[in-house]
C-alpha cells in the first residue's frame, strides 16, 4: 500500500480525526524481525484552543511541547500510572492539535503483540489507547519522532463510507467534555467499549 504524505496531516484536526479511520499503522522492529500493523477504527481530536481537555490549554509546556510541532509527528504521554498514549501532530507549527488513537484493528504481527499484551483474544488487543501502545511496544521514546520514516508509517487505504462512521463525545475526561470529537467504526468489534452519547 501507498505511504500516506505529509499533506495528509496537513488538514485541520478534527477532519483529520475522521480521514484516519481505516488508515493501516506500521510500526518496524528490525531487532526483533518484526513489522506491526494496525488498523485505525477509533480516535478522538484535541485542540489548543478551546478545550479545556487538552494537554495545549494553557499554553507550551515541556510536557506538551510535541502538540506544537509539525504534522504527522508523533506525540507520546503517559497517563494513569501506567499508560502510554498514542497522538498523531496535526495544525501548523506552534498552533497546538493531535488525534489520539484510541483504537486499532490488528493487521500483521499478531504472536508480538498477543505476547506484549499477555492475551490471545484478537478483539482485546488493541481496543484501547493504552492496549495499543503496550501490542506495538511503544512507549516515552517514541515520543517526536514522525510518521514518514523507516519506523513509523501510516498506508493509505479507502476512505470508510460516511454511513459506517460514528461521533460521540470523548471518553474519560471532566472537562470539555461535551464536544463531539470522538470517531469510530460503528460495529466494529476492536473500537474501545464505552458508553458514550452518540451524536
Known sequence: ??????????????????????????????????????????????????????????GKTPRNAMMFHSPGSIYIYFTYGNHYMLNIVSEPMESAGAVLIRAMEAVEGLEFMQQHRGTEKITNLMSGPGKLTQALAIDKLSNGKDLFGDEFWLEDAPAVPQELIGTSTRIGISRSRELPWRKFMINNPHVSKSNVTLM
Open 1 to 58: 500500500m501507498e505511504r500516506l504524505k505529509k499533506q495528509f496531516y496537513e488538514m485541520p484536526t478534527l477532519a483529520l480525526a475522521e480521514a484516519l479511520l481505516g488508515k493501516i499503522f506500521v510500526r518496524t522492529l528490525p531487532a526483533e524481525n518484526v513489522q506491526l500493523k494496525g488498523k485505525i477504527v477509533e480516535t478522538e481530536a484535541y485542540l489548543g484552543n478551546n478545550d479545556e481537555a487538552s494537554h495545549a490549554w494553557r
